[in-house]
């Protein structure tokens, strides 16, 4: 397995991840597991370490049995949207940070 195909099996584990106990998109399937399940089941749908250690397994797995282009395109797609997303925090963070010193700089002429 190469460096490059682990370090996109480590960014697709995390997009999975946060996919699975984070997002608005599966927020109906967790609530509909956190009703019907004892409470270290429905715990799990919320926590991003208890999650990981699954995602992991499953991910490096499939990493492992599954044919190098299918597994290369898959995991580049999720760690793509892991990037994506993480830029998408920073760029909304430069724009608050701009927007307060300009208003500040205005209070200040």
Known sequence: MSTLLVVLLIG??????RLLTTD??????????ERR???????????????SV???FAVFG???YAPDTAVLVVSGA???ALVTGWA??????????????????????
């Open 78 to 80: 999720l760690t793509a």
């Open 37 to 51: 399940s004892p409470a270290k089941v429905a715990y799990l749908t919320r926590c991003d370490w208890c999650m």
């Open 88 to 109: 998408s925090l920073v760029t909304q963070a430069i724009e608050v940070a701009m927007v307060t010193v300009w208003e500040r700089d205005k209070e200040d002429v």
């Open 12 to 17: 697709a584990t995390m997009r999975l991840t």
């Open 54 to 56: 699954w995602v992991g």
């Open 62 to 64: 499939l990493g492992w």
């Open 24 to 33: 608005a998109l599966l927020e109906p399937g967790r609530a509909w597991i």
